[in-house]
């Protein structure tokens, strides 16, 4: 592995060495897979730099703007007792927050904090997440560790894998045994079906990374979602399709495309995919020769399995924000400055997936599971990056055109370098619901 680069994230942790070290897993799994289709050597090059920028946004739009990332009342808020963060980027988080603070929906910043100011903090944060909203209080590192939650997360290992299976029979075998004559060293991942039920930012983040080593990825959406800031970064490379899984007619396409994938990866928690039918041992079941990884936020253990969550809540939660506004000695949260939580974890996720796919040709199915929180956990054992050390820059890189369904941009080049392996694809960014939801 050869390390290069010298930027480093400013950060009470070291950030850009976690973005080091999951994209390096990412790459190595790429790697063994090549030499399992017959790559001879497969020499590993990531930079500091790419890999910290990578954590960010990777896209930049040329002529044209993306719209912003935050929803106008989404953010941290002192309240009676410290600090809370409401996360409200989706309508319904938005409504259920102002529903609890008693708030009409054109509610401004202004009224939310005046609103906010009077609640305790984790009586305000309870409420919110009663009422199917996100929220999440500000709590030192200490406090995590001694709250039963960021105690159950603490005892899990970082990737969680299930018992192994084998195939049980050659033709539950023969679709995928096709499919993976596709692949060469040079994209390893070719003819790899990877159905990509995740959103935010994660599991975009796995299949992404899958998508440009040569996986077919067909994206699934509720037939409501946006994430507009979002599109041009995550849809690269995939096909994205729109469903309704509250209808039989949806659940049914599902399962007939579970069918004929090979790999699924989901952010949905396990009370939400128990409720469609779709538990880790109903899928085992009906699917045997399906590789499952799942993702959540707050752990697969622990009173908070079926909590909500997004990176920036568990920042708040686990302590990391705190430890942020001690550090560089502020009065307020101090997060990450990327969503490295989202980002780490999607790059483990990749790896996770493309490991366990080798395994599959081998005739060995493996589930995994991972989370935001426990991707906390490693980067919390860090030491502060260097203040001395120059920010992060493109150096000697240049950025790549790019053409999507909006306009021209520039992408950042990859940060990985894997000998004789091509990244790339031949599918633009072109937002969500722009495909059938079926099989090419």
Sequence with gaps: MNITGIGTLPSAFDVTGLAVSAMADAATAVALLARHHGASTTEISVDRDLASLWFGISFTPVGWELPPVWDAIAGDYPCADGWIRLHTNAPHHRAAALQVLGLEAGADRATVAAAVVHWKGESLENAVVAANGCAALMRSPEEWRQHPQGAAVAAEPLLAWGDPRAVPSVSDDAGASA??????????????????????????????????????????????????????????????????????????????????????????????????????AELARRYPHLVNVALNAYGWSGPWVNRRGFDSLVQMSCGIAHAGMVHFGQDKPHPLPVQALDHATGYICAAAAINAWRDRLGGTVRNAQLSLARTAVDLMRSEPSDPQA?????????????????????????????????????????GFGWAEPGWI
Aim: one cysteine or more.
């Design 390 to 430: 120059p920010a992060p820059s493109l150096g000697n890189f240049a950025l790549l055109p790019e053409e999507t369904r909006w306009g021209p941009g520039l992408r950042l080049p990859p940060a990985m370098q894997i000998s004789g392996v091509v990244s790339e694809t031949d599918v633009p960014a072109q």
């Design 179 to 280: 499919r993976s004559r596709l692949a060469t060293a040079r994209r390893p991942l070719a003819g790899v079906r990877v159905l990509d039920l995740t959103r935010v930012i994660a599991g975009p983040v796995a299949t992404r990374f899958m998508a440009m080593y040569g996986a077919q990825v067909l994206r699934i959406d509720p037939p409501d979602w946006a994430e507009a800031a979002l599109e041009a970064e995550m849809t690269v490379g995939k096909r994205c399709a729109r469903l309704d899984l509250k209808t039989a007619e949806g659940l049914s396409t599902l399962h007939t495309l579970l069918a004929d994938a090979d790999i699924f990866i989901h952010g949905y928690r396990a009370d939400a995919l128990a409720a469609l039918g779709l538990s880790e």
